[in-house]
């Protein structure tokens, strides 16, 4: 079992920026995805960003040269820096760690933009 705790989540204005940050329990294997997704209200959960080693990152279209996800293998940790902040970034952002056999997602953390 591999557990993920997110942090950094908060309110912000419009504009500004946040950095989430994502603490696995144990080992994480750098060729298994870790990612973000969100979760607005309303609306179904979406991939914000995924990254696999340290060097193939995937994005969504609404965030490409916003948002940048990061990754310390050493640390079992992903980060995600949030920058220009819009209204619609609103939402429940939950890390994501693609095992071999399971799927693993923490809890969330709340990020909240307002105009």
């Known amino acids: 079992q591999v557990q993920l705790v997110e942090s950094g989540g908060g309110l912000v204005q419009a504009g500004g920026s946040l950095r989430l940050s994502c603490a696995a329990s144990?080992?994480?294997?750098?060729?298994?995805?870790m990612g973000w997704y969100r979760q607005a209200p309303g609306k179904q959960r979406e991939l914000v960003a995924s990254?696999?080693?340290?060097?193939?990152?995937n994005y969504a279209d609404s965030v490409k040269g916003r948002f940048t996800i990061s990754r310390d293998n050493a640390k079992n940790t992903v980060d995600l820096q949030m920058n220009s902040l819009k209204p619609e970034d609103t939402g429940v952002y939950y890390c994501?760690?693609?095992?071999?056999?399971?799927?693993?997602w923490g809890k969330g953390t709340l990020v909240t933009v307002s105009s």
């Open positions: 990254i696999t080693s340290t060097i193939s990152t």
């Open positions: 144990r080992r994480t294997l750098s060729i298994n995805p």
């Open positions: 994501n760690y693609r095992g071999i056999a399971m799927n693993y």
